[in-house]
């Protein structure tokens, strides 16, 4: 069983910064792709950022300059350190690992973190 726990989110003033972290635990032997989605309320779940095995990183256009996602591949843990916040930023931010395998038992699946609130308001 693999589980993503997500931390690192609250209130922040425009302009401050947040860093979330993402750890995923369990008898993982590699994990692909880590990535940040985030969902405001009455918007569909989009993609904030993704970074791979091998620390190639692809940003959504919005948060490009602001955000930078990194990995510790020997923990696998995932990070969102996000600059220069605005109020848009405000959402809920979800961790996504892809193509995670295990091996015992073996398995190769996706999974999602539950999630972690992000407000950015004065």
């Known amino acids: 069983q693999v589980q993503l726990v997500e931390s690192g989110g609250g209130l922040v003033q425009p302009g401050g910064s947040l860093r979330l972290s993402c750890a995923a635990s369990?008898?993982?032997?590699?994990?692909?792709?880590m990535g940040w989605y985030r969902q405001a309320p009455g918007k569909q779940r989009e993609l904030v950022a993704a970074?791979?095995?091998?620390?190639?990183?692809n940003y959504a256009d919005s948060v490009k300059g602001r955000f930078t996602s990194s990995r510790d591949n020997a923990k696998n843990t995932a990070y969102l350190q996000m600059n220069s916040l605005k109020p848009e930023d405000t959402a809920v931010y979800y961790c996504?690992?892809?193509?995670?395998?295990?091996?015992?038992?073996?398995?190769?699946?996706?999974?999602w973190g539950q999630g972690t609130q992000v407000t950015v308001s004065s």
């Open positions: 996504n690992a892809s193509r995670v395998i295990t091996l015992i038992p073996w398995s190769e699946d996706d999974y």
């Open positions: 369990g008898t993982i032997f590699s994990i692909n792709a």
């Open positions: 970074i791979t095995r091998g620390g190639t990183t």
